[in-house]
């Protein structure tokens, strides 16, 4: 069982920076394959950034490349997404995910899904 509580949401100005971040409880964090889904009011959920059990490897949703950045550390069972420069359309709820492997992350066949957090980016 994996408990995902992310955190980093706020109201900022378009431009600005934010780090989320998904803290994991249990032991088997290391294991799985995490990412970022975000969802904007009245539009369904999507995936945003994705990253292997080692970090090695990562994907990124086309319209995000170059302005957001996933990481984790898994000494601290904790993933990140850099988010910078952000534009008003950025403007959602940001959800952190689990699963067994980067391809299932993809097309959002997640195990494990945290509560979200809020990013709010006002013009």
């Known amino acids: 069982q994996v408990q995902l509580v992310e955190s980093g949401g706020g109201l900022v100005q378009a431009g600005a920076s934010l780090r989320l971040s998904c803290a994991a409880s249990g032991r088997t964090f290391s294991s799985y394959a995490m990412g970022w889904f975000r969802q904007a009011p009245g539009k369904e959920r999507e995936f945003v950034a994705a990253?292997?059990?080692?970090?090695?490897?990562?994907h990124y949703r086309d319209s995000v490349k170059g302005r957001f950045t996933i990481s984790r550390d898994n000494a601290k069972n904790t993933v990140y997404l850099q988010i910078n420069t952000l534009r008003p359309e950025d403007t959602a709820v940001y959800y952190c995910?689990?699963?067994?492997?980067?391809?299932?992350?993809?097309?959002?066949?997640?195990?494990?899904w945290g509560q979200g957090t809020q990013v709010t980016v006002s013009s």
């Open positions: 990253i292997s059990w080692s970090g090695s490897s990562t």
């Open positions: 995910a689990a699963a067994t492997n980067i391809a299932r992350i993809v097309i959002s066949e997640n195990d494990y």
